[in-house]
């Protein structure tokens, strides 16, 4: 399709009001009559300003300031202008460069207006200077000036049209920190050409103090800047300085200073450790680690898609140390991880509580749970183990005898049983009303004692339990089809609910003597949690905003190759005429 603008874009572009328009019905000749009717508008535009009409007497003396045509004259005094309105009246080490600039813009430039620019500049407020100098450049660089040094101009013109310098030669290249002190020209070149590793030490130290955090976000993910350049201590705001920190160092970062960012992570790993309430959204990292902690095995697939690759490895080994009991030592350390591995284990014989915390206690839960189901032989066996593990803690080790004492009893062995419990008695006083029960019941006749077994225990229940009802309902609906199952829960029924009438429990052996001592851990396991992962990133990629303030350091940089005057320009240099 034919581009209908293609006469006006090659002719100068649009019209303004009052200009001739150039259409396609006109013929050539017509169409540069135009073009040259518009371009005579837009000088004469140009040339009447805030200072009045320009005429070519002062046209000729702003030439031997460098300054030529009068559209760029017109640039230079608007920039001038802003300069004079942003210096410090007060300061009369600066009069001299303001008088000079002042009779400049009353229609009397001179050669002497660059080194009074230079003076003004150089003296502005630092957040002012950079602003004041690219602008002043640009008018430079825009209006094609002779006001720099060759190599200056010539890198001025890289830097402004942001492409990378390959067409410099080696003698305009910036020469170290003299004549790229900020680092902005290196930095605006390796942006330009997609590589920030060309950047250097020297440069990184340079560029990190004033780059917009954007920039510093980019170098950050490129690998350029690491925590080892401590980037957080070269930025002068508190803000940006823990910004950094939480990026970099984050688990230097306390839960206050993370509050201060809106940055949740720390402060929700840190209650999470601490087994403080936390109330993480559903199927992110804590809550699945919460889920965890209760034994929760339908979670690890998910779970393992949240976590680092070292802890992803650490799960797995709990899961298949599972198939054989067997874990490193370092695992069951973990007392975070009990329930899981309890969840994923199912001991197929009596466990040695001899190998560690975890095994003892698992241990004792499965006599526990054998004699509830009355397995009595496998309890038998288990709990032969428990009692003779010589260095059970002593709440261990009254729980393993009461249950020895009450496997005892159930074969109607009473010496045995009383002689166990005696040897506990002597420092746990909580077995004193089992072993009453068995002064009693070795002082009945065989045919007159009552069936030793506690009827909590024969539904499953922890001694007293409040929750017998509805167990009991439930092993009835369970074994309606065995007779002697469902007779020995009707027994248990009648049982508890004579005693409960009498409030009488003294014929029923107490087991477990503390059910606590049965539970495990409800600790969260600590070495799943992952270290604090670096806070994300909240600036923009490349804003165009951090790259013009890039492009604005560079160009403020070459500040010292502008000239004392400007320099005649040959037959080739660029002028607006």
């Known amino acids: 399709m034919r581009n209908e603008n293609a006469s006006t874009d090659r002719l100068g572009g649009g019209f303004g009001v009052g200009e001739p328009p150039i259409t396609e019905s006109m013929t050539r000749a017509e169409m540069v009559k135009a073009w040259r009717a518009r371009r005579s508008a837009r000088r004469s535009a140009?040339?009447?300003?805030?200072?009045?009409?320009?005429?070519?007497?002062?046209?000729?003396?702003?030439?031997?300031?460098g300054v030529f045509g009068a559209e760029a004259v017109a640039r230079v005094e608007d920039v001038l202008r802003g300069l004079l309105e942003s210096m410090d009246a007060e300061d009369e080490t600066l009069r001299w460069g303001a008088d000079t600039i002042r009779a400049c813009l009353d229609g009397q430039?001179?050669?002497?207006?660059?080194?009074?620019?230079?003076?003004?500049?150089?003296?502005?407020?630092?957040?002012?200077?950079?602003?004041?100098?690219?602008?002043?450049?640009?008018?430079?660089h825009d209006a094609g000036l002779p006001w720099l040094s060759p190599a200056g101009e010539r890198r001025l013109a890289v830097i402004a049209r942001a492409d990378p310098a390959a067409d410099l030669g080696a003698d305009d290249l910036p020469r170290g920190a003299e004549e790229d002190p900020t680092g902005a020209f290196a930095l605006q070149q390796a942006l330009a050409r997609g590589n920030?590793?060309?950047?250097?030490?020297?440069?990184?130290?340079?560029?990190?103090?004033?780059?917009?955090?954007?920039i510093i976000d980019d170098l950050i993910e490129a690998g350029v800047l690491n925590r080892g350049h401590q980037p957080w201590t070269l930025r002068a705001e508190a803000g940006e300085q823990n910004y950094l920190l939480a990026r970099l160092a984050p688990e230097k970062t306390d839960a206050v200073l993370a509050r201060s960012l809106g940055w949740d992570e720390p402060g929700e790993r840190e209650a999470f450790l601490a087994d403080e309430p936390v109330q993480p959204a559903p199927g992110s990292l804590y809550d699945l680690l919460l889920r965890v902690t209760d034994g929760e095995t339908d979670v690890l697939k998910d779970l393992e898609e949240l976590l680092p690759r070292e802890l992803v490895l650490r799960l797995r080994k709990v899961r298949d140390g599972a198939a054989t009991g067997s874990w490193d030592p370092d695992i069951p350390a973990d007392r975070g991880l009990w329930r899981l591995m309890c969840a994923l284990w199912e001991p197929r014989a009596a466990v040695n509580p001899a190998r560690g915390p975890f095994y003892a206690l698992v241990a004792l839960r499965r006599t526990y749970d054998l004699i509830c189901q009355g397995e009595r032989k496998k309890a038998q066996a288990q709990v032969d183990k428990l009692v003779d593990h010589e260095a059970a803690p002593a709440e261990h080790a009254a729980e393993a005898w009461n249950m020895f004492a009450y496997l005892a009893l159930l074969d109607d062995n009473l010496d045995l049983a009383y002689v166990s419990l005696a040897r506990v008695a002597r420092t746990d006083r909580r077995v004193e009303e089992n072993l009453a029960l068995l002064e009693r019941r070795r002082g009945t006749k065989r045919n007159d004692r009552d069936q030793p077994a506690n009827p909590y225990l024969e539904l499953g229940l922890p001694h007293k339990s409040e929750q017998w009802k509805h167990q009991w309902?439930?092993?009835?609906?369970?074994?309606?089809?065995?007779?002697?199952?469902?007779?020995?829960?009707?027994?248990?029924?009648?049982?508890?609910?004579?005693?409960?009438?009498?409030?009488?429990?003294?014929?029923?052996?107490?087991?477990?003597?503390d059910p606590a001592a049965l539970r495990l851990p409800t600790v969260r396991p600590k070495s799943l949690t992952p270290r604090l992962a670096a806070m994300p990133r909240r600036t923009m990629h490349r804003a165009a905003a951090d790259l013009a303030t890039v492009r604005d350091r560079a160009m403020a940089d070459l500040l010292p190759t502008l000239l004392t005057a400007p320099r005649r320009p040959d037959h080739d240099h660029r002028t607006t005429s």
């Open 109 to 140: 430039p001179t050669p002497q207006l660059l080194p009074a620019v230079k003076a003004l500049l150089e003296a502005a407020e630092p957040g002012r200077a950079v602003e004041q100098t690219a602008a002043m450049l640009s008018v430079v």
């Open 473 to 513: 309902r439930e092993r009835r609906r369970a074994d309606r089809d065995d007779l002697d199952l469902a007779a020995q829960a009707n027994w248990a029924k009648r049982r508890i609910e004579q005693a409960e009438r009498t409030e009488d429990w003294s014929d029923f052996f107490v087991l477990p003597l």
């Open 46 to 65: 140009a040339i009447t300003g805030p200072g009045g009409v320009v005429d070519g007497f002062a046209l000729r003396k702003w030439r031997r300031a």
């Open 196 to 214: 920030l590793d060309e950047l250097t030490t020297h440069h990184l130290g340079a560029v990190v103090p004033w780059a917009p955090l954007g």
